[in-house]
């Protein structure tokens, strides 16, 4: 029986090898430009790993989602990002797995603006800092340092946001605040 429960694990092994292996690969094909070939690449990871039933895989399952969506956004295709975006966090929410919510949450913070829905963007930047503050407490050495520089681009995503969304008091669709835009009186 115990050999069996070793081979078991060495197939599981084998299939996160083999994910991270294709993910790795995508993102050079990223790298180079050959987006159809990396989605394609992509996609069959996300089938072979949805087919295994084990806690191992969700991991894999999330970043090959993100990566998914980062695929998607370089075709300018943001709807299918934003999906494979709120797929990926709530399959870390699902399986409590912390430790990719606050960059999948920047994520979709840039595609909501880039449909310049900058209440939701702000939304998720502050959800990525609360994360990344949470993750912090948690965290040593190099991974803390990662984790430092999340929250510093949730911080630096919140003040730009706050910064350049249209105030609802302005009528043009300037996204500099109308405080921004107010001339001075001469003095005479």
């Keep these: 029986?115990?050999?069996?429960?070793?081979?078991?694990?060495?197939?599981?092994?084998?299939?996160?090898?083999?994910?991270?292996?294709?993910?790795?690969?995508?993102?050079?094909?990223?790298?180079?430009?050959?987006?159809?070939?990396?989605?394609?690449?992509?996609?069959?990871?996300?089938?072979?790993?949805?087919?295994?039933?084990?806690?191992?895989?969700?991991?894999?399952?999330?970043?090959?989602?993100?990566?998914?969506?980062?695929?998607?956004?370089?075709?300018?295709?943001?709807?299918?990002?934003?999906?494979?975006l709120n797929n990926a966090v709530d399959l870390y929410t699902e399986h409590e797995m912390s430790n990719h919510l606050a960059s999948t949450y920047l994520s979709i913070c840039e595609v909501h603006n880039h449909f310049k829905r900058y209440k939701a963007a702000f939304n998720m930047a502050i959800k990525a800092a609360f994360q990344s503050q949470e993750d912090l407490s948690r965290a040593e050495g190099e991974q803390a340092n990662r984790i430092i520089s999340l929250l510093a681009i949730s911080y630096h995503n919140m003040g730009c946001l706050l910064y350049t969304s249209p105030s609802p008091r302005d009528l043009s669709t300037s996204r500099m605040p109308s405080s921004a835009c107010k001339k001075k009186k001469k003095n005479k």
């Design 1 to 84: 029986m115990q050999s069996q429960g070793y081979c078991f694990s060495s197939i599981v092994k084998a299939a996160l090898d083999l994910a991270d292996n294709s993910n790795k690969n995508a993102m050079q094909l990223v790298s180079t430009n050959k987006l159809k070939a990396a989605m394609n690449l992509l996609k069959e990871t996300e089938a072979f790993l949805n087919n295994i039933e084990r806690e191992e895989v969700v991991e894999k399952l999330g970043v090959t989602l993100r990566n998914m969506a980062l695929v998607h956004c370089k075709e300018q295709r943001w709807n299918q990002a934003l999906e494979c």
